[in-house]
């Protein structure tokens, strides 16, 4: 099955479309455009993900439309090879990492998809205004992104006062924590 998911590049960006924006449904003409791929490619990456039952169809407006099956067996651990995969070229993780000394970074509510209080938390002293920045005109997202940034001393007392907040963030397995300098496992 691995085999068939990651042999094409347009397949890679359909994985990366649908399981970033799995409640999203598309056409195939929608598609093209979107992707830039040519329609040919499309319609056949779109029947090898509906093979393995990644994607599901539906008709309406006498226009077939596909959309992510949540229920798909590695669906949550395709989402985070796509998430990580994303982080590590230089997207998300390494830009924030530019605004300043992170020591911890922790992706959620958006980046995975999940609802959440929350969607970035950021142990480590950095520069707002350039991260609001990143946020605001590099990371495309449909709702503004929440994100709490903490010192490392507040950080740390509160992991050693069992916070809520904390520990509700860095238990939840859906979470990604794309940089980790504190050696806390997790």
Same mark, same amino acid.
């Given at each position: 099955?691995? $085999?068939?998911?990651?042999?094409?590049?347009?397949?890679?960006?359909?994985?990366?479309?649908?399981?970033?924006?799995?409640?999203?449904?598309?056409?195939?003409?929608?598609?093209?455009?979107?992707?830039?791929?040519?329609?040919?490619?499309?319609?056949?990456?779109?029947?090898?993900?509906?093979? &393995?039952? %990644?994607?599901?169809?539906?008709?309406?407006?006498?226009?077939?439309?596909?959309?992510?099956?949540?229920?798909?067996?590695?669906?949550?651990?395709?989402k985070n090879i796509i998430v990580?995969?994303?982080?590590?070229?230089?997207?998300?993780?390494?830009?924030?990492?530019?605004?300043?000394?992170?020591?911890?970074?922790?992706?959620?509510? /958006?980046?995975?998809?999940?609802?959440?209080?929350?969607? %970035?938390?950021?142990?480590?002293?950095?520069?707002k205004d350039k991260l609001s920045?990143?946020?605001?005109?590099? /990371?495309?997202?449909?709702?503004?992104?929440?994100?709490? &940034?903490?010192?490392?001393?507040?950080?740390?007392?509160?992991?050693?006062? $069992?916070?809520?907040?904390?520990?509700?963030?860095?238990?939840?397995?859906?979470? /990604?924590?794309?940089?980790?300098?504190?050696?806390?496992?997790?």
């Amino acid at each position: 099955m691995l $085999k068939n998911l990651f042999t094409s590049e347009t397949r890679v960006k359909l994985l990366e479309l649908f399981l970033l924006h799995p409640e999203e449904e598309y056409f195939i003409r929608e598609l093209t455009r979107k992707l830039d791929e040519q329609i040919n490619s499309i319609r056949r990456e779109l029947d090898n993900l509906k093979k &393995i039952g %990644l994607l599901k169809s539906k008709s309406k407006n006498r226009k077939k439309y596909y959309i992510a099956d949540k229920n798909f067996i590695f669906f949550a651990e395709l989402k985070n090879i796509i998430v990580k995969s994303m982080s590590d070229n230089d997207t998300i993780t390494k830009k924030i990492a530019h605004c300043g000394a992170v020591d911890l970074l922790v992706l959620s509510g /958006i980046f995975v998809d999940k609802p959440s209080s929350i969607d %970035l938390l950021i142990v480590g002293d950095l520069d707002k205004d350039k991260l609001s920045e990143i946020l605001n005109n590099e /990371i495309d997202t449909r709702k503004p992104v929440k994100f709490s &940034i903490l010192p490392k001393e507040e950080f740390l007392y509160r992991l050693k006062c $069992k916070d809520k907040f904390i520990k509700e963030i860095l238990t939840d397995q859906t979470n /990604i924590i794309a940089i980790n300098n504190l050696g806390i496992n997790i």
